[in-house]
């Protein structure tokens, strides 16, 4: 196929189009944007809070609570991800006591929660910590678990006490008794917070006796303070004035909970022991059976509270009880100016920055995940130490089990029926597979009149942006039975701000090699070995299922960078790299996608199943890359004389036949 019929087949021209909605946005680009392979230095998050408070640059934080499901899971996770975009200081999880809360096996517990906030949404991540329940032991154990988990923030409770007292020994603690024990056991490894109540807490005996307590808090150890949720402006402030008079200085953040509906705020209210207002109650009369009323006011009203606290520099910053709801929280940020959303990529996948305890240091990874990120994390969350400017070391740590945990992420974001409308009710055959691929690409509705928003590989929907560049390309390839599932365009020195395939610091200059990787027939992979050898320029691996076919020209062990960035006054940053190891890793996750993904939608006995099967059990999946970036790319010539190839054949056996 000659490179006129790809417009972009040559290197990617650089024509400064910009995207309204680039894939790899994150919030936080001011601290990921660090040079590429420094070292990580930890700033813990309290100096940080206090760098953003002496900059007088505001700020938010947002606390969830766990989800109570598995699917609920997952939900939470591309919830939590979005509001990072949004660049929240931290975000917090409560310590929910039905959750149970410490079992990392469990995956809707506080912890595993906390966790995963952490790792997958790569987000600084404060996990709230109960002691009441606990004796002293467990708790240490508890402190010491949120340690190995990477978690570096906690805020200290006391807890709920129940109704009637079962088991005095237990409920004797409270949370100076908690930072105190963080503090001798852990020194200043973790960030402490500490709860507030401007209002007073309600079992304490008075409010003045209710400030001495919180200063002892802090004397013990709590850096900063987050309170109670409030519904007026001057109760907070009055609660700021009185801490600081008896000598309080730490930062203390507003909790705002912003009203979510009628019933809803008179039972947290009632849960809390906190008085709503008469002027509150009145507004919300005349609105309580209209839901999005009372959503609007709500809306409308924790923003003017932010707005006036952060205006008159009475908070430095604003604390959201999201209560798991996304819009409003959103809304709210977007009124006020704290949504610091930006579409500058740290790098080519989202890196977790500085916050992040080992991952802090990951620069590079290999090019198989990029559709699955959060199945490359889990799947090397046991790593201690993580490839980081050289190459050299991809693949020395061994790679997690393709366990359930990263298939219930894939498995759960779309339910079984949307799934058989995206990819049919009924495959015929191998070309009803290649549509749902073509659809895919083009974005058109299917005959089920849906769009293919995802492909058994991809745990979010849509595809990266710069594939755009090659869509014709793959087209032409997915209508060929070249199934195609990863790929990128060359990019010959693209300025690092370009929209479509720019990253790191303003500046710079960005490289790629052309890849593709695609399943195709047995067939055709064989001629296409015969071929590639004339190809100097490519480097390839062609392998199945068991690997009984595993053909590489690769060095056994060496990685080959195919994305790579020059910036002023840094070494070259390599990350993205294709390695024959991690491949040979890899090739199990894609070839399971098509029957735990995909063949497990249809009956046992059907031919749907048959053919997914066959696919599996006899197709090839290969990888190419064409190192010669600065020339007009041939993947798909060859691939072109491979089709030619195979069919040539055919018709000389036909010609014997007859
Ligand atoms: C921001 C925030 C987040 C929260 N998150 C959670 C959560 O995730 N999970 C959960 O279960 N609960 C949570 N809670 C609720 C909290 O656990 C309850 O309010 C609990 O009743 C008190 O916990 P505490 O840590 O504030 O208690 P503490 O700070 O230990 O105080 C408990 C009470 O003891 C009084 N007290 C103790 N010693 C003295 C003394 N010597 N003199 C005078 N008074 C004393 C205090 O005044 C107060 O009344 C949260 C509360 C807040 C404000």
């Not at 400030?211 to 808090?217: G, R």
């Not at 604003?318 to 959303?341: D, F, K, P």
């Amino acid at each position: 196929m000659s490179s006129q019929t790809f417009p972009y087949s040559g290197n990617y021209e650089m024509n400064g189009k910009s995207t309204e909605n680039g894939a790899y946005r994150n919030g936080n680009a001011k601290e990921l944007l660090r040079p590429l392979s420094q070292e990580c230095n930890y700033v813990p998050l309290h100096k940080r809070i206090q760098k953003r408070i002496n900059a007088g640059d505001p700020f938010f934080s947002l606390e969830f609570f766990p989800p109570k499901t598995t699917q609920g899971v997952v939900n939470f996770f591309n919830r939590v991800e979005r509001l990072r975009e949004g660049g929240p200081m931290f975000v917090d999880v409560t310590w929910h006591m039905g959750s149970d809360p410490a079992n990392l096996n469990k995956e809707t517990s506080s912890s595993s929660i906390a966790a995963g906030c952490l790792d997958f949404c790569r987000v600084d991540t404060m996990l709230h910590i109960t002691c009441a329940q606990y004796t002293k032991e467990q708790t240490m154990k508890n402190l010491e678990q949120c340690k190995e988990m990477g978690i570096r923030n906690l805020l200290a409770l006391r807890g709920d006490l129940p109704q009637q007292d079962e088991n005095p020994i237990v409920y004797k603690y409270r949370a100076l008794d908690m930072i105190r024990w963080t503090v001798e056991q852990f020194g200043d490894y973790f960030t402490i917070a500490a709860s507030g109540y401007p209002m007073g807490h309600p079992e304490a005996p008075s409010y003045a006796a209710d400030l001495q307590y919180l200063k002892s808090k802090v004397e013990a150890g709590a850096q900063f303070i987050i309170t109670q949720l409030f519904f007026e402006e001057a109760v907070f402030e009055k609660f700021v004035r009185d801490c600081r008079e008896i000598g309080i200085t730490v930062p203390i953040i507003p909790g705002i909970m912003p009203i979510g509906g009628y019933e809803n705020i008179r039972r947290i209210a009632e849960l809390s022991k906190l008085t709503i207002p008469d002027w509150l109650l009145n507004a919300l009369e005349p609105i309580k059976q209209n839901d999005e009323a009372v959503r609007n006011y709500g809306i409308h009203l924790a923003t003017q509270l932010c707005r006036n606290l952060l205006n008159k520099k009475t908070a430095p910053s604003v604390h959201i009880y999201t209560m798991n709801r996304e819009s409003a929280c959103r809304e709210i940020l977007q009124n006020l100016g704290l949504w610091q959303q930006t579409s500058i990529r740290a790098l080519p996948w989202v890196p977790h920055g500085g916050h992040h305890p080992i991952r802090c240091r990951e620069d590079v990874r290999p090019i198989f995940w990029a559709a699955r990120p959060k199945s490359y994390i889990y799947r090397t969350k046991d790593w201690d130490e993580f490839p980081n400017g050289r190459l050299g070391n991809i693949s020395s740590p061994a790679f997690g089990d393709l366990k359930e945990y990263y298939l219930f992420y894939l498995k759960g974001q779309t339910t079984k029926e949307d799934q058989l409308k995206m990819y049919g009710h009924e495959l015929q055959s191998i070309e009803d597979v290649q549509k749902v691929f073509i659809n895919f690409l083009t974005q058109q509705e299917n005959e089920n009149g849906v769009k293919v928003t995802k492909l058994p590989w991809n745990e979010q929907e849509n595809t990266q942006e710069e594939t755009r560049l090659i869509n014709e390309q793959l087209l032409w390839c997915n209508n060929n039975g070249i199934i195609t599932i990863n790929s990128q365009p060359a990019v010959n020195g693209a300025p690092s701000t370009d929209p479509l395939v720019g990253w790191g610091q303003p500046g710079g200059y960005c490289y790629q090699k052309a890849y593709l990787e695609f399943f195709t027939s047995r067939e055709n992979a064989e001629a296409l070995h015969t071929l590639l050898p004339a190809y100097k320029r490519i480097n390839y691996h062609i392998i199945n299922h068991d690997a009984s076919i595993d053909w590489t020209n690769s060095a056994p062990t060496t990685p080959i960078a195919v994305t790579w960035g020059v910036f002023p006054g840094q070494e070259i940053a390599q990350p993205t790299v294709v390695d024959p190891l991690s491949f040979r890793v890899w090739k199990d996750e894609a070839y399971d996608a098509w029957l735990s993904h995909w063949a497990h939608l249809y009956p046992e006995q059907s031919s749907s199943r048959a053919i997914l099967q066959q696919i599996h059990d006899e197709w090839c999946l290969v990888t190419l890359v064409d190192n010669d970036f600065p020339q007009p790319v041939i993947l798909y010539d060859i691939l072109e004389k491979m089709l030619q190839q195979v069919a040539d054949s055919k018709k000389i056996n036909e010609q014997l036949q007859s």
